[in-house]
């Protein structure tokens, strides 16, 4: 489902990556823990096909060029990044989606009693970089689009650094739900976020291992 | 108006030495002009010009070019010395911010502040706000050294001149709310720019880049549609303050010949007021473009907050 | 016309617009130094042949036909060039907004997000300043209209005042506009490098100014913004003594033309020059000619200046055109 092979990754000429492999069957959820700056990011955005190797191959869902890659994927980042337009727009990002399927998506991303006391409510405007909005409503309104977009594989980087305990454990419920039988890798610096996981890959001082397995994959 | 009063108390001493200096360039430059006016006089009565004569109006041409170079060089560093005090500022002003008022930062607004506003600010005062100051500063001198040579042909120049005064100033505020409605769309419109940039890896992911165009080309048709009312005011305007202005020089022409003619003031003295009013008049051709960008730099100014601190 | 501009045009559809704008709008300068220098010239013999009775009716014929061309100007600036400056902004950002949208993330992390606002917004403004703004290329090419038909003129009303004329100002413009401001642009590139920096220091301290109060970072922050500010100021002063120098040259020829002009046409009068009407007239053509000088010299400079907007835009539009996907 998700291969990466001999994967080797340099940011202005300095490698980040050199020689990195691993597989993720399809419907595992493995998750990445590791301290901020390590590369979990880094390796997140490779598997995403937002950044291309310098060497190698990723294959994600049997497509190996970044551009289809990024097709077969839908990604929660840590900050939502929503766009100045309406709260539909920002869910379907312009694309044409059945009412019934965008009915579902708010359920689902846990918006409904929110997006219900809005006058307008999905056409409501966001504002310029929707600051007006709670970090945990921007929050589940990228989540919703993520769930929209309705992909094979969800990549979670630090979808609720900037929340709450509360907004994280709404946020991380949804995520759940949503993500049942769908392919997971889950970027965090909280293993306890990770409960229930098929694999745990850790980054920690140039190492990533597979904590489930006690195997250092790839170390540099 | 209340950070230009910091930015102008902050630099003083700059600001008075360029004050006094385009004062002694501008009475240099008008002190040889009624020097050529003599001249005129000298070439009317087909009198011989003495090599004194020559020497001295040499003299003088000097002066003003060394004075003028001053005058400009003083008054540039001045303006980039208030550049320098707002960029501070509105940093040191971001800084403190969270610290003394335990408030959040709307990043948005303040990194489109940083992109636009105080862009903008900057740039008018690096290149536009000594100009403006100084090209008014010679209009009201010239004026004056006018009134000294000769009151009534002042009032010829004078009363027409306040006529497009009123002109300007009433148009001028007709233009600076279109200017300030499209100021506002620019402000949207860039910062779709921004959110774009920002959000870019979601774009990707979710393949928005057809909505982003979409979103961005409305902003930019609402922009382009305010922006084309500000063009088509400001040639209009442009136009009639230009054909005004043009009529203070015709009535000098003819009130100035018929003095001439009846005795009351000599050529040069016409020619004088000729070669003087061109700083008047010029000044106030041009006030429609100046007022719209004062506005636009005082509006983006009243944007902008700086540490009050300095 | 640099050659990125004409590229840049051209790829936005709009270079044969853009010329047929400045062929309608390039004759107004001339035209207005014609009637300015035909109404002095007949206001002054009208006064000095003590001939009262026709000044009032000069007036009134001089005022038709600065109403007739002012309306001329009026017109082409309100409708065609207006609405070409819009279409130039609307197409160039549109452009630039989708090469920007057609790069990968890894190709868009080459440039920091403050110096890709500064792409999409400012540089864009300079490259329609470039064109259309106060004294840039449009006013330089109706300048250079006007300087070369001024100057025709001139040779047929004195071809030795013209000699003279042209004497002082060449010299003095290849001085003034060639050698003086030869740096100016190197020094805005080196303050707009620097603002672009200084504007990267804002995103930090925007986005994460508490983490700056918590960890006391304020005052090494502030000391770097200083830093950077500090080096705007500098590389805009050096900009600024070069542009006073070229004032002070162009001033040096204006006033010394002037003054050489009515001291050898004094001597002139009653042989090759008519009258005092003429020379006045002779001198007006030589102003207009100095004017037409002097906007060009400052349109260099200021084209110079909003290149450097130019030449970052073209990069972009550039990489999109060479960029396979």
């Given amino acids: 489902m998700i291969e990466l092979r001999n994967v080797t990754y340099k940011y202005e000429d300095h490698p980040v990556f050199q020689g990195i492999s691993f597989r993720v069957e399809k419907g595992q959820k493995v998750g990445i823990v590791g301290e901020s700056g390590c590369g979990k990011s880094t390796l997140l955005k490779l598997i995403a096909g937002l950044y291309t190797p310098a060497s190698g191959e990723i294959i994600v869902a049997g497509k190996s060029a970044a551009a289809e890659i990024t097709k077969k994927v839908t990604v929660v980042m840590q900050s939502p990044m929503l766009l100045p337009m309406s709260i539909r727009e920002n869910i379907t990002m312009g694309h044409d989606y059945p009412e019934e399927w965008i009915d579902m998506v708010i359920d689902a991303a846990n918006i409904r009693s929110w997006i219900d006391t809005l006058d307008k409510g999905l056409d409501t405007y966001l504002g310029d970089r929707a600051d007006e909005l709670s970090g945990g409503q921007a929050q589940r309104i990228a989540i919703a689009r993520a769930i929209c977009k309705n992909a094979e594989i969800l990549l979670l980087d630090e979808p609720t650094s900037a929340l709450d305990g509360e907004n994280a454990a709404c946020v991380l419920e949804a995520l759940n739900r949503y993500a049942a039988d769908k392919t997971v890798i889950h970027v965090t610096h909280r293993p306890e976020h990770l409960s229930g996981y098929d694999r745990i890959f850790s980054m920690k001082a140039g190492k990533l291992s597979d904590e489930t397995a006690g195997v250092i994959i790839y170390e540099s | ?310 | 016309m640099n050659h990125r501009v004409i590229r840049i045009l051209k790829e936005l559809g709009l270079w044969k617009t853009f010329v047929i704008v400045m062929i309608l709008r390039s004759p107004f300068d001339f035209l207005n130094s014609v009637l300015n220098a035909n109404m002095l010239e007949s206001f002054i013999r009208l006064t000095d042949q003590r001939d009262g009775d026709n000044l009032s009716r000069t007036f009134w014929i001089f005022l038709l036909f600065t109403l007739l061309l002012f309306a001329y100007n009026a017109s082409i600036w309100a409708t065609v060039a207006v609405k070409t400056d819009m279409m130039l902004h609307r197409r160039l950002r549109m452009k630039l907004l989708e090469s920007m949208l057609s790069r990968t993330q890894q190709e868009m992390e080459e440039y920091s997000e403050g110096d890709w606002i500064t792409r999409l917004n400012s540089d864009v403004d300079k490259v329609a300043d470039y064109l259309t703004a106060p004294i840039n290329f449009m006013h330089s090419m109706i300048a250079v209209v006007n300087f070369v038909l001024s100057s025709v003129i001139l040779i047929m009303l004195n071809p030795t005042l013209f000699g003279v004329s042209l004497f002082l100002m060449i010299p003095f413009f290849i001085l003034s506009s060639i050698v003086i401001v030869k740096n100016i642009p190197k020094f805005r590139k080196n303050a707009q490098e620097s603002f672009a920096r200084y504007t990267n220091w804002m995103e930090p301290i925007i986005e994460a100014g508490d983490a700056i109060t918590v960890f006391d970072g304020q005052d090494i922050v502030l000391d770097k913004v200083r830093e950077e500010s500090e080096k705007i100021m500098r590389e805009n002063v050096k900009a600024h003594r070069r542009t006073a120098w070229s004032l002070a040259v162009s001033a040096a020829s204006g006033m010394t033309g002037y003054l050489l002009l009515l001291l050898i046409g004094n001597s002139m009068i009653g042989t090759m020059i008519k009258d005092f009407a003429a020379l006045i007239k002779i001198t007006q053509y030589r102003g207009r000619m100095m004017m037409g000088v002097m906007c060009v010299n400052s349109g260099i400079n200021n084209m110079k200046s909003n290149l450097t907007g130019v030449v970052r835009v073209d990069e972009i539009l550039k990489a999109e055109t060479t960029d396979p996907g």
């Fill in chain 2, 1 to 310: 108006m209340s950070v230009l009063r910091i930015l102008i108390k902050r630099n003083r001493i700059w600001v008075a030495i360029s004050i006094i200096l385009s004062l002694v360039a501008n009475l240099t430059n008008m002190i040889y002009m009624y020097y050529v006016g003599e001249l005129v006089n000298k070439i009317e009565e087909r009198a011989v010009v003495s090599m004194a004569f020559i020497v001295l109006l040499a003299a003088f041409i000097l002066l003003s070019v060394a004075t003028l170079f001053m005058n400009q060089y003083v008054g540039r560093i001045t303006a980039e010395k208030m550049a320098h005090t707002l960029r501070i500022g509105y940093a040191s002003k971001l800084i403190h911010r969270s610290a003394e008022q335990g408030k959040e930062c709307d990043t948005a607004a303040a990194m489109s502040v940083a992109q636009n506003e105080l862009a903008q600010s900057d740039g008018y005062l690096t290149n536009t706000f000594f100009d403006i100051t100084g090209m008014l500063f010679t209009g009201i001198l010239a004026m004056a050294f006018m009134f000294l040579q000769n009151v009534l042909l002042t009032l010829v120049l004078l009363i027409p001149t306040l006529l497009i005064l009123i002109y300007v100033g009433f148009s001028s505020r007709s233009l600076s709310t279109i200017v300030s409605a499209a100021q506002d769309e620019k402000r949207k419109m860039n910062q779709a720019g921004f959110t774009t940039v920002h959000a870019f890896p979601a774009v990707k992911i979710f393949e928005g880049e057809e909505l982003c165009k979409k979103a961005m080309d409305e902003r930019l048709v609402s922009w382009t549609k305010h922006q084309t009312k500000v063009g088509r005011f400001a040639a209009l305007y442009n136009t009639l303050s230009g054909i005004l202005s043009r009529v203070p020089l015709m009535l000098l022409l003819l009130a100035g010949g018929y003095m001439v003619i009846k005795g009351k003031i000599l050529m040069g003295t016409l020619i004088l007021f000729l070669n003087l009013q061109n700083s008047l008049t010029q000044a106030i051709m041009n006030l429609p473009n100046w007022i719209a960008g004062f506005k636009v730099f005082t509006t983006n100014l009243s944007r902008i907050e700086i540490e009050k601190r300095g």
